[in-house]
């Protein structure tokens, strides 16, 4: 009988524990309902329904309706109810009028306005008891204009509370399971990177090295990526958010992968540079100096200290470098849900490395004029410093 490997998931009972907390939340900030809004949009879009209710929205939008007291209600688009019954946590599923199209017929669907639905779920009452009701709102940042107005008209006597920012410090640090979950992200991350390492030679463009390490990565697991996995090449390299294209590799080139894979929601983030023959002096000049800042930051990392302290450490070594006009973003953010998640420590950021937080150093020098790189590594933090979650070459040679 073929056996199994058991993987890491995140428990039900989990999310029975993220809705507690979220209802505590609504407590201290006087909230009635909190309304947590989601997407399919790269990166951001989401994380809501994903840490509540373990729903991977896709093509409709879809809304976390949370009562102060109670279990939450699933609001969704009428192609994505039975969907979101069957993989998500939350059971009372409700096709949500304001996420139809108009140009789309769903005759056999039940489909609801925000305001019916508040009804059922007690708006009444509590309007009756309260007088105006205060409704928490989480990723409003993604909502559109028309869409944000269709849930004012719905809820017209209402105020509206912006909570995205307190919704992501309860995702800050990590349970055990969440750690499982990660750990075995990076894992999958490491071998999209040995599936780069193979590939890459002259001649082989960057789209074919990419395919390699996505299909080395969905064997290993995945479910998707976080951000577009980043193969880049020669000038290629020098934007931040470089492009994977059909250039092909040359004899002498500077190659930097950029590997997030998505794995149970979560994710993990590698990035590093492979040398192909001889790029030059000025390339690895740079790359040691990126090399020693990352490890002033992995050395200092602890909690109970801020985290752009830990940041500045590598900012400064790359600005004694003569390289610190390069280093465009902030050094140091978590990583969750969302493969850059909040926190992120930069240096106007004051918040503190907490244990069982996540967290990358990502050491960038791009807009350069011979190209760009990053050294980008993931550690846990734990009671008295930290631990790197997986093994893998700062740099290498072909």
Same mark, same amino acid.
């Given at each position: ?178 750690? *499982?979950? %990660? @750990?075995? /992200? ?8 040995? &599936?780069?390492? $193979? +590939?890459? #030679? !002259? =001649? ?76 030059? *002096?000025? %390339? @690895?000049? /740079? ?8 490890? &002033?930051?992995? $050395? +200092?990392? #602890? !909690? =109970? ?94």
């Amino acid at each position: 009988m073929t056996q199994h490997t058991v993987l890491p998931t995140i428990p039900a009972s989990e999310y029975l524990e993220r809705w507690r907390s979220v209802q505590a939340l609504m407590a201290a900030q006087g909230l009635d309902f909190l309304v947590a809004y989601a997407d399919d949009r790269a990166t951001f879009g989401p994380a809501h329904a994903r840490w509540l209710a373990n729903f991977p929205v896709h093509f409709e939008p879809a809304c976390v309706l949370m009562p102060s007291q109670g279990a939450p209600v699933m609001l969704v688009g009428p192609e994505s109810d039975e969907y979101a019954r069957l993989v998500g946590q939350i059971a009372d599923v409700r096709v949500l009028r304001e996420f139809t199209h108009p140009n789309e017929d769903y005759p056999y669907a039940r489909i609801q306005p925000l305001a019916e639905i508040m009804v059922e779920i007690g708006r009444d009452a509590l309007a009756a008891e309260r007088g105006a009701l205060r409704v928490g709102l989480g990723g409003r940042g993604l909502i559109g204009a028309d869409l944000m107005a269709a849930l004012q008209a719905a809820l017209p006597d209402v105020v509206w509370v912006d909570v995205e920012n307190a919704l992501c410090d309860l995702r800050a640090r990590k349970s055990p399971a969440e750690i *499982a979950v %990660i @750990r075995h /992200a990076y894992r999958i991350a490491e071998a999209g990177f040995d &599936a780069a390492v $193979d +590939a890459i #030679r !002259p =001649g082989v463009t960057e789209r074919a090295v990419a395919a390699e390490i996505e299909a080395a990565m969905r064997r290993a697991g995945a479910e998707g990526t976080g951000i577009d996995t980043i193969v880049a090449s020669g000038p290629n390299t020098r934007p931040i958010l470089a492009r994977t294209t059909f250039r092909p590799i040359a004899a002498d080139d500077l190659v930097l992968l950029t590997i997030a894979p998505r794995y149970e929601g979560y994710h993990a983030a590698i990035g590093r540079v492979v040398l192909v023959g001889n790029p030059g *002096a000025e %390339i @690895r000049r /740079a790359l040691d100096v990126a090399i020693r800042a990352q490890q &002033a930051c992995a $050395d +200092a990392l #602890r !909690p =109970g200290i801020e985290g752009r302290a830990v940041e500045a450490l590598g900012r400064k070594i790359v600005a004694d470098g003569n390289l610190g006009h390069y280093f465009l973003y902030s050094g140091v953010h978590s990583v969750g849900v969302i493969e850059f998640e909040p926190p992120i420590f930069g240096p106007s950021s004051p918040a503190t490395l907490k244990e069982d937080m996540v967290v990358s150093i990502d050491i960038p020098m791009f807009n350069t004029p011979w190209g760009g790189l990053r050294i980008e590594s993931g550690y846990l933090i734990t009671a008295d410093g930290t631990e790197m979650l997986h093994d893998t070459p700062l740099w290498l040679q072909k």
